[in-house]
């Protein structure tokens, strides 16, 4: 059974940093991209990130470019998001999930989400 | 990027009616398309992929059509436990946008 469980998440002032992780469990990490999708408030799915499976593509949606970065260690199957220059519309559940193949940009397993919260 | 744009942003139909929720692409994405529900307070999850093709265990009044830029979402008879948020997602290369939503109501 395939288990993805956020962490990190939290209240963060605006311009600070936040470091979201994702454990992975139950599929074979390194063969499956992985990506990052928030939920503002009340609103729809936003899609932040993604990283291919051996961690050799990498994109981001142009609204966090240059502040956020997403990374994968395969050895210990974790997903990383370091989220930099926090705004307040960065507030949003995040959800980790998974791809359905290596580099597939869609997501067949989603983790529960980690909220984060950017308020003075 | 391309731009995901469903129709109608919200609907509500008796149990039993035939729904349909349509995904416009900005371009063609061939049949790169997938569908998720979203019910109150859930997280998503994976109805249908590659437009029509149904994810393990979707109920079969589900079903989706669609290539190049026009697809649609349809269930054939609603029921109570489909009241819930639709999203269609463009996964032909990153970004995977996401549509912005159809609300699904009980009339």
């Known amino acids: 059974e395939v288990q993805l469980l956020e962490s990190g998440g939290g209240l963060e002032q605006p311009g600070g940093s936040l470091r979201l992780s994702c454990a992975a469990s139950?599929?074979?990490?390194?063969?499956?991209?992985m990506t990052w999708v928030r939920q503002a408030p009340g609103k729809g799915l936003e899609w932040v990130s993604g990283?291919?499976?051996?961690?050799?593509?990498?994109f981001y949606a142009d609204s966090v470019k240059g502040r956020f970065t997403i990374s994968r260690d395969n050895s210990k199957n974790t997903l990383y998001l370091q989220m930099n220059s926090l705004r307040a519309d960065d507030t949003a559940v995040y959800y980790c999930?998974?791809?359905?193949?290596?580099?597939?940009?869609?997501?067949?397993?989603w983790g529960q989400g980690t909220l984060v919260t950017v308020s003075s | 990027d391309i731009q995901m744009t469903q129709s109608p942003s919200s609907l509500s139909a008796s149990v039993g009616d035939r729904v349909t929720i349509t995904c416009r692409a900005s371009?063609?994405?061939?049949?790169?398309l997938a569908w998720f529900q979203q019910k109150p307070g859930k997280i998503p999850n994976l109805l249908i992929y590659?437009?029509?093709t149904l994810q393990s265990g979707v109920p079969s009044r589900f079903s989706g059509s669609g290539s190049g830029t026009h697809f649609t979402l349809t269930i054939s008879s609603l029921q109570p436990e489909d009241v819930a948020t639709y999203y269609c997602q463009k996964y032909n290369s990153a970004p995977g946008t996401f549509g912005q939503g159809t609300k699904v109501e009980i009339k």
């Open positions: 371009q063609d994405i061939s049949n790169y």
């Open positions: 139950g599929f074979i990490f390194s063969s499956y991209a």
């Open positions: 990283i291919s499976g051996s961690g050799g593509s990498i």
């Open positions: 999930a998974k791809g359905a193949g290596s580099t597939s940009w869609y997501q067949d397993s």
């Open positions: 590659a437009a029509s």
